[in-house]
Nanobody
Framework: QVQLVESGGGLVQAGVSLILSCAAS????????MGWFRQAPGKEREFVAA????????YYADSVKGRFTISRDNAGNTAYLRMNTLKPEDTAVYYC?????????????????????WGQGTQVTVSE
């Protein structure tokens, strides 16, 4: 089992940066992929960014490409999502997820169904 705890959310103004953290514990050696998803009120959960732990590949949704960066610490137990130039449409609950399966290819880790473990979510609200 893997436990994930997100932190770093908050209320910010448009244009600023924010860094979300995801602390993983438990069987972290079983993690192949880490991802960030978000869900706005009345909308479905959507893919934001992901990384292949073993291969070092990163993936981004078009809406955040160039503004958001996913990374991990050297120990591999904490994942980060650095969000630059935040926009009101980035407002959502952000969820961290971990996948216990390897994936190869350009479409890896884009679907929430691929992930086995989820955090409780952290709210990000971006005002005008």
């Amino acid at each position: 089992q893997v436990q994930l705890v997100e932190s770093g959310g908050g209320l910010v103004q448009a244009g600023v940066s924010l860094i979300l953290s995801c602390a993983a514990s438990g069987r972290t050696s079983s993690i192949y992929g880490m991802g960030w998803f978000r869900q706005a009120p009345g909308k479905e959960r959507e893919f934001v960014a992901a990384s292949s732990v073993k291969r070092g590949s990163t993936y981004y949704a078009d809406s955040v490409k160039g503004r958001f960066t996913i990374s991990r610490d050297n120990a591999g137990n904490t994942a980060y999502l650095r969000m630059n130039t935040l926009k009101p449409e980035d407002t959502a609950v952000y969820y961290c997820a971990a996948d216990a399966s390897d994936c190869v290819g350009g479409g890896c880790y884009h679907s929430a169904n691929e992930f086995d473990y989820w955090g409780q979510g952290t709210q990000v609200t971006v005002s005008e």
